[in-house]
């Protein structure tokens, strides 16, 4: 079973700031938390990760709750390039484990 | 650079019918993954192998084989097809399986089950 939960769907506006949540309740002190998206037609890429300090790339930034059982993904400016299904998983820093990805968010940009 | 490349990129089988997906990697990475996606699903984990020789079963191995021929390679294949097989599958590879590392994904092989 996937270890994150993430709405199946969410719309936002083009150019405007999207945030889609994930709720990892069971999270270990070891996991860390990664964000990839899949453009239509394509595989998946990796778009950000953190541990839990909040993080920011050239795509996005992540917000982390401070008991560590939540994260936000950030798309801070909105495009229709942007409109993907976004996956929230979670890696273990020191153990070798299977790499479950559940069904994602399907974000939405409305022109 | 390439990165993770995956042949075919379509391909359609009777039931019955075996075949081979070929993946390869250019990233000197010592993991690689299979991934299956079904209409409108997540991706599930097939099959791994964390270095050359070893491999591991996923979510869902049933009906597949694999064979880590060498660090850049890692094969799936089907025995006999099932319509049941009908997916898009994506390989992956990143360089160890811990939390700190990147996947890197192809860009999938469609496949149809007939």
């Known amino acids: 079973d996937a270890k994150t939960t993430q709405p199946n769907s969410m719309e936002s506006n083009e150019e405007e700031p999207v945030h889609l949540p994930c709720n990892h309740s069971t999270i270990s002190g070891t996991d860390y938390i990664h964000w990839y998206r899949q453009l239509p037609s394509q595989g998946p890429e990796y778009v950000i990760h953190?541990?839990?300090s909040n993080v920011n790339n050239r795509m996005a930034s992540l917000a982390i709750a401070e008991d560590r059982k939540s994260s936000t993904l950030i798309l801070h400016r909105a495009t229709l390039r942007d409109a993907a299904v976004y996956y929230c998983i979670l890696r273990d820093v020191w153990r070798d484990d299977k790499i479950i990805f559940g069904k994602g968010t399907r974000l939405h940009i409305l022109p | 650079n390439a990165g993770v490349t995956q042949t075919p990129k379509f391909q359609v089988l009777k039931t019955g019918q075996s075949m081979t997906l070929q993946c390869a990697q250019d990233?000197?990475?010592?993991?690689m993954y299979w991934y299956r996606q079904d209409p409108g699903m997540g991706l599930r984990l097939i099959y791994y192998?964390?270095?050359?020789?070893?491999?591991d079963k996923g979510e869902v191995p049933n009906g597949y084989n694999v064979s880590r021929l060498n660090k850049r390679e890692f094969s799936l294949r089907l025995e006999s097809a099932a319509p049941s097989q009908t997916s898009v599958y994506f390989c992956?590879?990143?360089?160890?399986?811990?939390?700190?590392?990147?996947?890197?994904f192809g860009s999938g092989t469609q496949l149809s089950v007939l």
């Open positions: 990233m000197n990475h010592n993991s």
């Open positions: 992956a590879s990143d360089s160890s399986r811990r939390g700190l590392e990147k996947l890197f």
């Open positions: 953190g541990l839990t």
């Open positions: 192998s964390a270095s050359e020789g070893t491999t």
